[in-house]
Structure formats: structure tokens, C-alpha cells
């Protein structure tokens, strides 16, 4: 198993940043893969970015390409998600995923196992 826990949501202007941080415990040599996806009310939960967890290749939504940046710190077990330009459609819970299987694209929620709790990030217009 591995359990993940973000934290570093919260209320923010139109135009301000947020970090967001997701720390992964358990069998983490397990992780192929890590992603950030988010879900508004009464919508999908949506591919926001991922990253390989060995070789930091990353892919990102068009909606936050050039917005936002994943990274990740292996020796903390920790990924990031840094939001720039933030807009109050970006606003959503955010949670942290994790992939074990290799080879896929990492762009949808069925590619994951491992979810965490959800962080809010609500941004005020």
C-alpha cells in the first residue's frame, strides 16, 4: 500500500501562486508514476499534470500548460504542484495520485491506485 497526503491548499487571489505538496509513505518503490488531478463541484475529476517518478518526465492538461509545474523530490517522497497565474476556474479540490504499472500515459484517474485525501484551492476573482 502507499498512502499520500497533500496539503498547501487554500484560499487565494485571481493571478496569485500556490505550492501544493503531496508526501507519499508505504511502499513507495512501488510508484511508476505520480499525478495531480482536481475535481470542481458536480464535475469530473480531471488530469491537471504527472510525472515519472524515476526519470521526472512530465505531462501537463493544456488548461495549466506554461501555469503550472509538477516536480518531485525522491529522497522526501514528495511531489509538488506549483500554480502561477492562478485563475478562479482553477478552482477545485486537488488530490494526489500514484501509479504503479508502467508504460501508460498517466493522463486519466483509471491509471492510478493510490489516492490521497484532497486539498481545497479556491481562488477569489
Known amino acids: 500500500q502507499v498512502q499520500l497526503v497533500e496539503s498547501g491548499g487554500e484560499l487565494v487571489q485571481a493571478g496569485g501562486s500556490l505550492r501544493l505538496s503531496c508526501a507519499a509513505s508505504g511502499r513507495t518503490f512501488s510508484v511508476y508514476a505520480m499525478g495531480w488531478f482536481r475535481q470542481a463541484p458536480g464535475k469530473e475529476r480531471d488530469f491537471v499534470a504527472t510525472?515519472?517518478?524515476?526519470?521526472?518526465?512530465?505531462r501537463y492538461a493544456d488548461s495549466v500548460k506554461g501555469r503550472f509545474t509538477i516536480s518531485r523530490d525522491n529522497a522526501e517522497n514528495t511531489v509538488y504542484l506549483q500554480m502561477n497565474s492562478l485563475k478562479p476556474e482553477d478552482t477545485a479540490v486537488y488530490y494526489c495520485?500514484?501509479?504503479?504499472?508502467?508504460?501508460?500515459?498517466?493522463?486519466?484517474?483509471?491509471?492510478?491506485?493510490?489516492w490521497g485525501q484532497g486539498t481545497q484551492v479556491t481562488v477569489s476573482s
Open positions: 495520485a500514484a501509479a504503479r504499472n508502467s508504460g501508460l500515459r498517466y493522463t486519466t484517474k483509471w491509471e492510478y491506485e493510490y
Open positions: 510525472i515519472n517518478w524515476s526519470n521526472g518526465s512530465t
